[in-house]
């Protein structure tokens, strides 16, 4: 099972993101399947759920925004939403930490949405379920 992460940069309290992780898992991993996360590195609850996957014994793949075929190009912000589509698009289920005020992520959910039926759960800022499909 491939487990998308896309997470808000103003999420970022450790105990809180890593509990909302962590009952996702407790669910996908009763299925008795192999599990690898697919998410990015940018501060707060991505950076946590990194380094969570880091000290577990299932994969993380490190899905970056930015541009490597021409490392000259200046970076857009559009790259993150590139990611993020990425991630939504090789994912068997989505997990979001979701800050209705940041444009990035919501517009990624929008996406996730409304453009493929992957089931998801929607954490937001005060760490509670705002939507769940699937």
Same mark, same amino acid.
């Given at each position: 099972? %491939?487990? !998308?992460?896309?997470?808000? %940069? #103003?999420?970022?309290?450790?105990?809180?993101?890593?509990?909302?992780?962590?009952?996702?898992? #407790?669910?996908?991993?009763?299925? $008795?399947?192999?599990?690898?996360?697919?998410?990015? *590195?940018?501060? !707060? =609850?991505?950076?946590?759920? %990194?380094?969570?996957?880091?000290?577990?014994?299932?994969?993380?793949?490190?899905?970056?925004?930015? =541009?490597? /075929? *021409? #490392?000259?190009?200046?970076? *857009?912000?559009?790259?993150?939403?590139? #990611? $993020?589509?990425?991630?939504?698009?090789?994912?068997?289920?989505?997990? /979001?930490?979701?800050?209705?005020?940041?444009?990035?992520?919501?517009?990624?959910?929008?996406?996730?949405?409304?453009?493929?039926?992957?089931?998801?759960?929607?954490?937001?800022?005060?760490?509670?379920?705002?939507?769940? %499909?699937?």
């Amino acid at each position: 099972m %491939r487990l !998308g992460i896309l997470g808000s %940069r #103003r999420i970022d309290d450790i105990e809180q993101v890593t509990s909302n992780l962590e009952s996702i898992l #407790r669910v996908l991993d009763s299925d $008795n399947v192999h599990i690898t996360a697919l998410g990015g *590195d940018s501060k !707060g =609850s991505e950076r946590i759920c %990194r380094d969570y996957f880091a000290a577990t014994p299932f994969d993380f793949v490190l899905f970056k925004p930015y =541009s490597f /075929v *021409d #490392r000259d190009v200046e970076h *857009d912000p559009k790259y993150f939403f590139y #990611r $993020n589509k990425q991630i939504v698009d090789n994912s068997d289920y989505v997990i /979001v930490f979701l800050d209705h005020e940041e444009g990035g992520v919501s517009k990624s959910f929008v996406y996730l949405k409304y453009n493929t039926d992957t089931p998801y759960t929607v954490f937001g800022i005060d760490g509670g379920v705002l939507e769940n %499909r699937g």
